[in-house]
């Protein structure tokens, strides 16, 4: 009888930012500065790595596939948040909501993957550096690639699918904004024990292993790296690493603040604010590092800024 007096909702109300007040068309300027430099830079990374063959190597390809899931990542939360800071929030279907925490969850998945790869990579170029050539070729890359990117679909969809089977009841608003997963999950009034249990399952994979696997790795790879006799060496052979090495630790930090440690509702606008810095920041801030860290990508910036200036002079 209870259960046949509950009223299921079908759509959620997103409150996003509602204190904003007088600062809400700066917040709304800056998301959109941001979102439009994040969109340049991440589309300016691949293009350069595919014109120029020189960047054809392991490590600007799987750069590459970062920028796409950091693209992917951005275009699924920032354009609603524009919409959402105009309007004082915004109503979606539960449809549309679980679509979108399909998508972000599948874009982050991927990048922890990548970074996983990566660090794999440098551990090869660094440890192994005359199997290196033979071992990292092109084939194996892009199976690499292939198989990251479906692990990443494919698990997620396990996990959303058994959502889309949720009920969810009460109130409709959503203090958020967008669709993360555990405030989608505290609406469901159905039995979501299965659905935790995918998720804890899921994030072995996912984010235990890479997490661990990059540690060692990078133990590793410090080993090796005290073992060169030169100095000159050794600044080479860390400056190869220091750029991904930032990005992990800038990755894996915002994630355990935000869904690890517990968060009590008083803490609730900061954990916002963590996750915007998250949405927002980190898909510009990746790109940024490795492309002012990186020789060959700045020289080539460096380049075209010289060559306009001489068009311009001429």
Known sequence: MQEENKTFIMEFHLLGFQNLHSLKIVFFIFLLVTHIATLSVNIFLPITVLIHRHLHTPMYFFLSQLASSEMLFTTTIIPKLLHMTL????????????????????????????????????????????????????????????????????????????????????STDIDHYYCDLTPVLEHSCSDVFFVKLQIFVFSIPIAVFPF???????????????????????????????????????????????????????????????????????????????????????????????????????
């Open 87 to 170: 309007t004082e929030g915004i109503t979606v279907s539960v449809t549309r909501c679980i679509i979108q925490l399909y998508l972000f969850s599948v874009s982050t998945n991927a990048e922890s993957i990548f970074l996983t790869v990566m660090s794999y990579d440098r551990y090869l170029a660094i440890c192994n550096p005359l199997r290196y050539s033979s071992f990292m070729n092109f084939r194996f890359c892009l199976q690499l690639a292939i198989i990251s990117w479906a692990f990443s679909f494919l698990s997620t969809l396990i996990v959303i699918i058994q959502i889309c089977s949720l009920q969810f009841c009460g």
């Open 212 to 314: 661990v696997f990059i540690i060692i790795t990078y133990i590793q790879i410090v080993i090796a790296i005290l073992k060169i006799p030169s100095t000159t060496g050794k600044q080479k052979a860390f400056s190869t690493c220091s750029s991904h090495l930032m990005v992990v630790c800038i990755y894996y930090l915002t994630l355990i603040t935000i869904y690890v440690i517990p968060s009590s509702r008083s803490s609730l606008g900061l954990n916002k604010f963590l996750s915007l810095l998250y949405t927002v920041v980190t898909p510009l801030l990746n790109p940024i590092i490795y492309t002012l860290r990186n020789q060959e990508i700045r020289s080539i910036i460096e380049n075209r800024i010289f060559a306009k200036k001489k068009l311009v002079q001429f």
